[in-house]
């Protein structure tokens, strides 16, 4: 069936930079709507960014001028480069896909349910990002 697999999580220092890879497998990803979700400690699944079929991006206030969402089709690789990483960054980030054109990215509650539940076809494993002040 349909694969997503994340990569290149880790620990960095505040102000430093990660960038996380997802690597799909099985569906056909440059039809699809990709994106990126987190969940810290505490907090609900938010949808930090994602990037259309059509290249169209959306992200949220928080990380804007700091990470940049891209896709290389012809890898089927979703990227999420992080700079300027702050401590309230540490998460467990988690790729996500629509290729079915019925998704709902308006994700409620935790992430862990979400990806069990019905709001998009294919959910990565989730890889973690611990920032250190």
């Known amino acids: 069936g349909a694969h997503l697999v994340e990569s290149g999580g880790g620990s960095a220092q505040a102000g430093g930079s990660l960038r996380l890879s997802c690597t799909a497998s099985?569906?056909?990803?440059?039809?699809?709507?990709v994106g990126w979700y987190r969940q810290g400690p505490g907090n609900e699944c938010e949808l930090v960014s994602m990037?259309?079929?059509?290249?169209?991006?959306y992200s949220t206030d928080s990380v804007k001028g700091r990470f940049a969402v891209s896709r290389d089709n012809a890898k089927a690789t979703l990227y999420l480069q992080m700079n300027s990483l702050k401590p309230e960054d540490t998460a467990v980030y988690y790729c996500?896909?629509?290729?079915?054109?019925?998704?709902?990215?308006?994700?409620?509650?935790?992430?862990?349910?979400?990806?069990?539940?019905?709001?998009?076809?294919?959910w990565g494993q989730g890889t973690q990002v611990t920032v250190s002040s």
């Open positions: 996500a896909a629509d290729y079915g054109l019925g998704g709902n990215w308006g994700v409620k509650g935790a992430c862990s349910d979400a990806r069990l539940g019905k709001y998009l076809d294919e």
């Open positions: 990037i259309n079929r059509d290249y169209t991006t």
């Open positions: 099985e569906f056909t990803f440059a039809d699809s709507d």
